[in-house]
């Protein structure tokens, strides 16, 4: 098991932009793939990106291809998402997850996750 906080969230016009992290507890940060997460209302979860244990494999949704960014930083325990060219439609509650997934995009991989940190983009 591995604890996961998220921070980093805010208010952001259009067009601008935002750091999530994620800081794990925990010795075995680096046995995880991390994985980004958001749901807006009314809405199901999605999957943005996620990071192989040392950093070498990352993955993205096709929406944010280009202008998220994931990375990780093991001696710290912590996952980032820097997030730029943000758009009105990325407002959401942004989730970290952590596990041993077969398939890094799908959710229900992930055995431990965060509480959430809120983005919402103003146009």
């Known amino acids: 098991q591995v604890q996961l906080v998220e921070s980093g969230g805010g208010l952001v016009q259009a067009g601008g932009s935002l750091r999530l992290s994620c800081a794990a507890s925990?010795?075995?940060?680096?046995?995880?793939?991390m994985g980004w997460f958001r749901q807006a209302p009314g809405k199901e979860r999605e999957f943005v990106a996620a990071?192989?244990?040392?950093?070498?494999?990352?993955y993205y949704a096709d929406s944010v291809k280009g202008r998220f960014t994931i990375s990780r930083d093991n001696a710290k325990n912590t996952v980032y998402l820097q997030m730029n060219s943000l758009k009105p439609e990325d407002t959401a509650l942004y989730y970290c997850?952590?596990?041993?997934?077969?398939?890094?995009?799908?959710?229900?991989?992930?055995?431990?996750w965060g509480q959430g940190t809120q983005v919402t983009v103003s146009s």
């Open positions: 997850a952590a596990g041993f997934p077969t398939i890094a995009t799908r959710a229900s991989a992930y055995d431990n």
């Open positions: 925990g010795r075995t940060f680096n046995n995880y793939y």
């Open positions: 990071i192989s244990r040392s950093g070498g494999i990352t």
